[in-house]
């Protein structure tokens, strides 16, 4: 069983419901005032900004919470699913190896690194998803799987990585920081957690 994937997905699934409900543009892969509420962007969170939405109101700097509530919004359906199903197959493959504790301090190390990597390369737009948490899931299981002498392009995960780093540099509009981020510090912790034993 892996109920810690299960709940991550049921959070994501329910925040992204609440935020269509608020405007239904949310599932159109629009910019909602939900994703300004909730999302991350560099300049904003140094100096803060007025609200596109709302210009009477000023959003202040300083709100830290973003770097964690921008991993549970979403752009679109589309977004979403690819997000959840990546997440519900890495979790089946690692919440079971490492445990429910050390899987959530993956997780949550990986989307703080996501983050990070934003506020570090990525300055225009708002970013949001859970991307940058599930490439540190793929990097910690490839560097995980790399330390027990497995080659991990015989596995799905290294292919799958690789990929997905491609369509990153790729596509107009993916976070490169995110994406960057969450993926060195899933592998910083994947080597540590997955040491062979």
């Known amino acids: ?11 994501n699934g329910l925040i992204f419901l609440w935020m269509g ?11 909602t005032e939900g994703h300004i509420e909730l999302g991350l962007n560099k300049r904003l969170l140094q100096y803060g900004a007025l609200n596109p939405f709302d210009p009477s109101e000023v959003i202040g700097p300083h709100q830290w919470y973003r770097l964690v509530t921008a991993g549970f919004i979403h752009f679109g359906l589309f977004h979403i699913l690819m997000n959840m ?24 190390a990986s989307l703080l690194a996501g983050s990070l990597g934003v506020l570090l390369i990525d300055s225009d737009g708002i970013t949001g998803g859970a991307s940058g948490a599930v490439f540190g899931l793929m990097a910690g299981a490839a560097i995980g799987l790399h330390r027990r002498g497995v080659n991990v392009f015989s596995t799905g995960i290294g292919t799958t990585l ?19 981020g969450g993926a060195i510090g899933g592998a910083i912790c994947g080597w540590v957690m997955l040491a062979p034993t």
Not at 1 to 11: E, F, H, K, N, S
Not at 163 to 177: A, D, E, K
Request: aromatic letters at 8%; hydrophobic letters at 55%; zero cysteines.
């Open 85 to 108: 199903l990546l997440l519900a197959q890495l979790g089946q493959l690692l919440e079971r190896a490492m445990g429910a504790v050390r899987f959530v301090l993956l997780y949550v």
């Open 21 to 31: 409900m608020r405007d239904s543009d949310t599932f159109a892969a629009k910019v």
């Open 1 to 11: 069983l892996t109920p810690v994937t299960y709940a991550i997905i049921g959070i």
């Open 162 to 180: 690789a990929l997905n780093l491609v369509l990153t540099f790729t596509i107009r509009g993916i976070s490169i920081g995110g994406h960057l």
